[in-house]
């Protein structure tokens, strides 16, 4: 018989006199690591130093995502979680994008005319789908980030959308409609920030990029099929049933929602410190913890005004949500390009439409490959390699009288900005992995900031009236793209300078010093407050053992 799951109470990392050892650092900055690495008891394979690799054969690392030099344990450990944790987020985020996509598919076949929309009740669909998202967007990852609600927070609400998605296929007014979406946004909003979060509190620093692409590129593919589910539906059950073809595309995308969720109740396993799920053993479970603290990351904290201090009195939140607002402002690329299509008049219906895949071809290209460099270069290179290529293409656009062959270039590179939330969001939660509650909430205000802005910016950018040569709109984007990779770059000084200062090192050893003083003061006193005096007393206690212990071996 199974023994009862633990929470963080019981599964919790245990503290350690010995200095945390960290794995060199993604920026750069590489530190002597002993070896092996053992964390309560645990060894840590892969917070040992790796053979060097050859900057020449970066590529050859994008296929290596079990090293060498991992442990049998952390390999076995590293599948279990590529074998349930990344088809599980993935097949979310393709959801989210296939039911984003499919409204507007079902509106350009035959839901307008069926319904008798007007005016501006299409652009209504996405406001009212955008503030349900914003609304809940910081609460859901700040649960998210709780080891005992971790766990059913995604599929309760994949449960819930997946219910509204049949819904939707009894829409009739366009009232309906703006409460549905409402809805959606409401539900679907673990489906990005949460899923991340959850990929960095599984994966150490140097795993995390490469799964984080493969990840996001699922959202390329929600949006390609939309369109091709929208034609078969059309084509093959319009009418059946007596409901017209429109209707059928979002029963069927609920069939296909549905089962994930269920799946995810007994699948999903939440974050490290949750209760352990039935796939991983007790040593798996301590084997994640143990590597998840060697690679920096602290323990849950509680959730209030301290959080909140800690969160805007530090530069971090400002400079995140600032990069990803300007990034996110310029990566309307699809709609832009299909109206340049249209206006140059040498392209049949059909072509007008699939000539703009072809930037989300390039986007699920680039967006498994190029943050997987991230594990041979400091993240600045490949990040700052993207930017310098998205900001040709703006540029390029804003100049408009080029060939035409340079402007179809021009289009589809943009679907390089794929790559760009893939190293920005882990990145975020790196240089937050001390402190669980404030990397939720900040990266909770980048995706709310970043939506609330772009709800409005390409209105006023690109009206559709001025296209296709938005001359405003091209140069805000240039203008963004250069702000995007400055303030990036300033967060990545900033980070070094923290790291070379040991700010990150003297918070580790503070929380090692208060469970330390917990443990000695028992467990009455964690309700109670510590006087200096007993911190000062357990202190020196704490000290005397190290010295006895020392004696000892010598």
């Known amino acids: 018989m199974t023994s009862q799951p633990r929470t963080n109470d019981?599964?919790?990392?245990?503290?350690?006199?010995?200095?945390?050892?960290?794995?060199?650092?993604?920026?750069?900055?590489?530190?002597?690591?002993?070896?092996?690495?053992?964390?309560?008891?645990?060894?840590?394979?892969?917070?040992?130093?790796?053979?060097?690799?050859s900057v020449w054969l970066a590529w050859l690392y994008i296929f290596n995502w079990y090293p060498g030099h991992y442990s049998k344990e952390e390999k076995r450990l590293l599948r279990k979680l590529d074998r349930t944790i990344l088809p599980l987020i993935c097949s979310m985020y393709f959801i989210?994008?296939?039911?984003?996509?499919n409204i507007n598919n079902a509106y350009n076949s035959g839901m307008k005319e069926e319904l008798n929309l007007k005016g501006i009740e299409y652009n209504l669909f996405s406001t009212f789908y955008n503030i349900g998202y914003l609304v809940m967007e910081i609460p859901c990852m700040l649960l998210i980030s709780r080891p005992k609600y971790a766990r059913w927070v995604l599929p309760i609400c994949e449960t819930l959308w997946s219910i509204i998605t049949f819904v939707q296929c009894r829409n009739n007014s366009a009232p309906m409609i703006y409460g549905m979406r409402f809805l959606m946004g409401l539900f679907e909003t673990p489906a990005a920030t949460g899923s991340l979060y959850v990929l960095s509190s599984w994966y150490r620093s140097d795993e995390v990029f490469k799964r984080a692409g493969v990840w996001y590129v699922s959202s390329n593919i929600g949006a390609m099929f939309g369109g091709y589910m929208q034609a078969a539906a059309h084509a093959g059950l319009d009418g059946k049933g007596g409901m017209a073809g429109w209707r059928w595309v979002f029963i069927i995308d609920g069939i296909i929602s549905l089962p994930i969720a269920i799946a995810g109740f007994f699948l999903y396993p939440g974050v490290p410190t949750s209760p352990r799920v039935w796939w991983l053993s007790e040593d798996d479970q301590k084997l994640a913890q143990a590597r998840m603290q060697d690679d920096g990351m602290r323990k849950s904290k509680k959730i209030g005004k301290k959080m909140l201090k800690r969160v805007f009195r530090k530069w971090h939140f400002y400079i995140a949500v600032c990069t990803y607002v300007c990034f996110q402002l310029t990566t309307w690329v699809a709609g832009q390009m299909i109206v340049w299509v249209k206006s140059t008049g040498q392209y049949s219906v059909e072509m007008i439409n699939?000539?703009?895949?072809?930037?989300?071809?390039?986007?699920?290209?680039?967006?498994?490959?190029?943050?997987?460099?991230?594990?041979?270069?400091?993240i600045w290179v490949p990040f700052c390699f993207a930017g310098t290529v998205l900001l040709f293409c703006h540029s390029t656009l804003l100049v408009w009288n080029i060939p035409l062959g340079l402007h179809f270039a021009a289009y589809f590179l943009l679907g390089m900005s794929s790559c760009i939330t893939p190293m920005?969001?882990?990145?975020?939660?790196?240089?937050?992995?001390?402190?669980?509650?404030?990397?939720?909430?900040?990266?909770?205000a980048m995706m709310t900031v970043g939506w609330a802005f772009f709800t409005w910016?390409?209105?006023?950018?690109?009206?559709?009236?001025?296209?296709?040569?938005?001359?405003?709109?091209?140069?805000?984007?240039?203008?963004?793209?250069?702000?995007?990779?400055t303030l990036f770059m300033i967060g990545q000084f900033l980070w070094r300078r923290d790291i070379k200062a040991g700010l990150y090192k003297r918070a580790i050893e503070e929380e090692e010093n208060e469970e330390a003083v917990n443990e000695k003061l028992g467990p009455d006193a964690?309700?109670?407050?510590?006087?200096?005096?007993?911190?000062?007393?357990?202190?020196?206690?704490?000290?005397?053992?190290?010295?006895?212990?020392?004696k000892e071996i010598k």
């Open 10 to 53: 019981g599964l919790e990392i245990q503290p350690t006199n010995e200095q945390p050892q960290t794995r060199r650092d993604i920026a750069g900055n590489p530190e002597e690591i002993p070896e092996p690495v053992v964390k309560n008891g645990v060894v840590v394979s892969s917070a040992t130093k790796p053979e060097a690799k």
């Open 96 to 101: 989210k994008w296939l039911d984003q996509s």
């Open 354 to 378: 699939i000539l703009p895949t072809g930037v989300q071809a390039l986007a699920i290209v680039v967006g498994i490959t190029v943050p997987s460099f991230v594990m041979v270069y400091p």
């Open 424 to 444: 920005l969001f882990p990145w975020v939660h790196l240089i937050m992995k001390d402190d669980n509650e404030a990397r939720s909430f900040t990266t909770g």
């Open 457 to 485: 910016y390409n209105v006023v950018a690109f009206p559709i009236t001025k296209g296709p040569r938005w001359t405003k709109g091209f140069s805000a984007n240039v203008a963004l793209t250069c702000c995007y990779l």
């Open 526 to 550: 964690l309700d109670d407050k510590v006087t200096d005096h007993q911190v000062g007393r357990a202190h020196i206690e704490d000290k005397n053992a190290k010295d006895e212990r020392i």
